[in-house]
């Protein structure tokens, strides 16, 4: 079951407001780009949780998942590039990039 947007991140702001940096939407994408590490033009689960960590995320597998539920459209376990543009909506909203 995938929970509504809104729920997800009124539920994760909390836990993301002392993170140490701030990043904008193109920034986002060259830093989730540079997280795959296999060069595939995808994340997978443990490349999207590395970059996670690298963010600064305190609660990384719970939002790792929580990330791929919202932006794996096809649901093959990989944020492709296609799909990147909602991971990115996602950090935003969640406010992952904010101090
Ligand atoms: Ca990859
Ligand atoms: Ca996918």
């Not at 994408?29 to 033009?41: Q, Y």
């Not at 990147?84 to 969640?94: D, G, N, T």
Request: include cysteine; glycine fraction near 4%.
């Amino acid at each position: 079951m995938r929970r509504p947007f809104l729920y997800i991140c009124q539920r994760t702001e909390m836990r993301f407001q002392k993170l140490p940096m701030k990043l904008n939407e193109q920034e986002l994408l060259a830093f989730f780009k540079r997280h795959d590490v296999n060069k595939d033009n995808r994340l997978s689960w443990d490349e999207l949780k590395q970059a996670f960590i690298d963010l600064g995320v305190s609660w990384v597998s719970w939002t790792t998942d929580r990330a791929m539920l919202q932006a794996d459209d096809n649901e093959d376990g990989y944020i492709s590039e296609g799909e990147m543009e909602k991971l990115i909506q996602f950090a935003l909203k969640c406010k992952l990039t904010i101090k």
